[in-house]
């Protein structure tokens, strides 16, 4: 049973072009959490999905930033019109069921260098 | 939410034990006390999760008070491959509930 997947692992992108991130979470999980974490610091929450619905999202800028989790797929981040400061690791979790709990597993990140 | 509070680093020789404390003094009920590391370019991994007093399983133990308001996070005979940063978190346990990791206590393992 593979882990969870996201990549690409290192994502570069130009001022005001479009980064999409993508989490396959591990198999039978339907949950998915994604978090951003700047250099030395924690993780931030950004949205909570479940297959096709958005449950959390107040982690997630208003403006330039989406997600989904559609019935067949990865789960996709995506930050339009990027700027240097969305620069970070980006990290997404998959759980069997809600919350952070004991079967939650996270991916290793796509790290966003935007120049 | 159950705010936490640890130490930003520490610094422990191989070998030693390494214990991390955390206080969450507004825990609720329905609330565990959650472990997470992280090394360096890896996202972070389940350690170890409890509701009271001690569990232990193959790479840490944990210690909770009778008021829960604080645990310890104890790591036996550290190696240098033990040098990450560790979360303390709380999860509540009656469905979702958002979760944001603190900066957690950055461990570094010294030979």
């Known amino acids: 049973n593979a882990g969870v997947m996201q990549n690409p692992r290192h994502l570069v992108r130009r001022r005001g072009q479009e980064a999409r991130l993508r989490c396959s979470p591990m198999?039978?999980?339907?949950?998915v959490y994604w978090y951003r974490q700047l250099p030395e610091e924690g993780l931030k929450f950004m949205v909570y999905?479940?297959?096709?619905?958005?449950?959390?999202e107040s982690g997630m800028p208003k403006e330039r930033f989406s997600a989904e989790f559609p019935k067949e797929g990865p789960s996709i981040l995506r930050i339009q019109q990027v700027v240097r400061g969305d620069s970070a690791a980006y990290f997404c979790?998959?759980?069997?069921?809600?919350?952070?709990?004991?079967?939650?597993?996270f991916g290793q990140g796509t790290r966003l260098t935007v120049v | 939410l159950a705010k936490t509070t640890q130490p930003i680093s520490m610094d422990s020789y191989e070998g030693q034990e390494v214990n991390i404390t955390c206080s969450h003094n507004?825990?609720?009920?329905?609330?565990?006390i959650t472990w997470y590391q992280q090394f360096p370019s890896q996202g972070p991994r389940f350690i170890i999760q409890?509701?009271?007093t001690k569990v232990t399983n193959e790479v840490a133990s944990l210690f909770i008070p009778a008021d829960r308001k604080s645990s310890t996070l104890s790591l036996p005979r550290v190696s240098l491959s033990d040098t990450a940063v560790y979360y303390c978190?709380?999860?509540?346990?009656?469905?979702?509930?958002?979760?944001?990791f603190g900066t957690g206590t950055k461990l570094q393992v010294i030979p």
């Open positions: 979790a998959s759980s069997p069921w809600k919350g952070m709990n004991t079967e939650a597993f």
């Open positions: 198999k039978g999980h339907s949950h």
């Open positions: 999905l479940q297959k096709e619905n958005i449950i959390d």
């Open positions: 507004n825990i609720a009920t329905n609330d565990y």
């Open positions: 409890g509701y009271k």
């Open positions: 978190l709380v999860v509540f346990s009656g469905g979702y509930q958002k979760v944001t």
